[in-house]
């Protein structure tokens, strides 16, 4: 069992900046993929960025790509995701989400195939 915990969520201005992290416990996620994803009220989870196991692969959304950035550190079982230029359409609660996954560049964007995920975490920009 995994579990994640987000934090670095807050309220910022848009053009600001926010680094989110997630830390993982219960096992090491060195082998799995992970991912962020986004929600805001009446609204399906949005993919936001994954990355593959060894960090050498990334998915971005197109709505994020040039201003969000992901990286893991596997020796502190975390990933990051540093946002960077924000907009008041990125308010929204930030999961982080989890997948034992392939040896492979493989990151999957759909939320259904990640079997792990935290309590989110509030991003507010204002405008």
């Known amino acids: 069992q995994v579990q994640l915990v987000e934090s670095g969520g807050g309220l910022v201005q848009a053009g600001g900046s926010l680094r989110l992290s997630c830390a993982a416990s219960g096992r090491t996620v060195s082998s799995y993929i992970l991912g962020w994803f986004r929600q805001t009220p009446g609204k399906e989870r949005e993919f936001v960025v994954a990355i593959n196991w060894r960090g050498d692969s990334t998915s971005y959304a197109d709505s994020v790509k040039g201003r969000f950035t992901i990286s893991r550190d596997n020796a502190k079982n975390t990933v990051y995701l540093q946002m960077n230029i924000l907009k008041p359409e990125d308010t929204a609660a930030y999961y982080c989400?989890?997948?034992?996954?392939?040896?492979?560049?493989?990151?999957?964007?759909?939320?259904?195939?990640?079997?792990?995920w935290g309590q989110g975490t509030q991003v507010t920009v204002s405008s």
């Open positions: 989400a989890a997948q034992l996954g392939p040896s492979t560049s493989y990151v999957p964007k759909q939320p259904s195939l990640y079997r792990y």
